[in-house]
């Protein structure tokens, strides 16, 4: 298996956790996004994934896109530990956490979205974070409400092992920080993440252990 991704996105981030947490090994190849216009928007790469975005797991020959049809193909073919439950309305409530992060907070602020905003829109850096921590604020107290208020929440976003939603969750609260957006509001999403990130496939998976982790100037 490659993955190509990048050390910063999210979304790449969702996918590095769950082949750590599967414990599958895998090729990692660099594509950075911001180095010479972006190299995701290069022919070869194009030619994987035509929306010129990462992640892309190659398997064999398939070249398969989008983070959650990632994970959900690797739960399929490498079934243990299980990243959805059985149970089908588990199984819903799981993937309902996962998209509202995915599909709901994260979009609003990809890095092509923020370029926009500060290129052709013109925004200043300031009110390009005002947007930022809007949407955040507001995706993360509907997050923090529904995982508080459900008895199905345990140690992780259900239950006490890592499923689909904490591959979601814990990049996207690395995002925030990275934008230093406040999340001091949301004890229970912290809780999670501090019982996440003591798992080695957590550690593992974090933006600063990648090989192309960008090292701080000496």
Known sequence: MKLYGYFRSSASYR??????????TYEYVAVHLTRNGGEQFGAEYRSMNPQALVPVLQDGSHALTQSLAIIEYLDEIHPQPPLLPRDPVERARVRA?????ACEIHPLNNLRVLQ???GKLGLTEEVKNQWYH??????FQALETQLANSQETGKFCHGDTPTLADCCLIPQL????????????YPTLLRIERNCNELPAFQRAAPDRQPDAERPQK
Do not use: E, M, P, Q
């Not at 996918?15 to 599958?24: E, T, Y």
């Not at 809007?134 to 995706?139: K, N, P, Q």
């Not at 690395?174 to 509001?185: E, L």
């Open 15 to 24: 996918v590095r956790i769950a082949l750590n947490l599967k414990g599958l």
């Open 174 to 185: 690395t995002n925030a920080r990275r934008f230093k957006g406040d999340v001091s509001a």
């Open 134 to 139: 809007h949407w955040i604020a507001l995706g």
């Open 116 to 118: 926009y905003l500060t």
């Open 97 to 101: 956490l996962a998209l509202n992060i």
